[in-house]
């Protein structure tokens, strides 16, 4: 099993950024990917971004151009660099791993989940 903790929400005006991290731990070996997906009140969770490998990062079409998917692999920590954010951001952040990998950006084959991070984001 691999442990996530997420860090580095809060609460930004429109325009600006936050750069979120997510701490893994455990059997990490056994992660073939691991992204970033979000929940706003009364929606679906979605995925947001995913790191397979370095040259292979997939993100939603809403942060394209926005928001950077990165892995310290030295730290074993994933970031997420947010710019330009907008009110329709904001959300609980949550960090999570996959057994598999075929580009998905649901949650299929994510398996082990951190606890999320709140980010708020006026207008």
């Known amino acids: 099993q691999v442990q996530l903790v997420e860090s580095g929400g809060g609460s930004v005006p429109a325009g600006g950024s936050l750069t979120l991290s997510c701490e893994a731990s455990?059997?990490?070996?056994?992660?073939?990917?691991i992204a970033w997906f979000r929940q706003a009140p009364g929606k679906e969770r979605e995925g947001v971004a995913v790191?397979?490998?370095?040259?292979?990062?997939r993100y939603t079409d809403s942060v394209k151009g926005r928001f950077t998917i990165s892995k310290d692999h030295a730290k074993n920590t994933l970031n997420l660099q947010m710019n330009r954010l907008a009110p329709e951001d904001s959300a609980v952040y949550y960090c999570?791993?996959?057994?598999?990998?075929?580009?998905?950006?649901?949650?299929?084959?994510?398996?082990?989940w951190g606890r999320g991070t709140q980010v708020t984001v006026s207008s």
């Open positions: 455990g059997h990490t070996y056994s992660s073939i990917c």
């Open positions: 790191f397979a490998s370095e040259g292979d990062t």
């Open positions: 999570a791993d996959c057994r598999w990998f075929a580009g998905q950006l649901n949650q299929a084959g994510f398996y082990d």
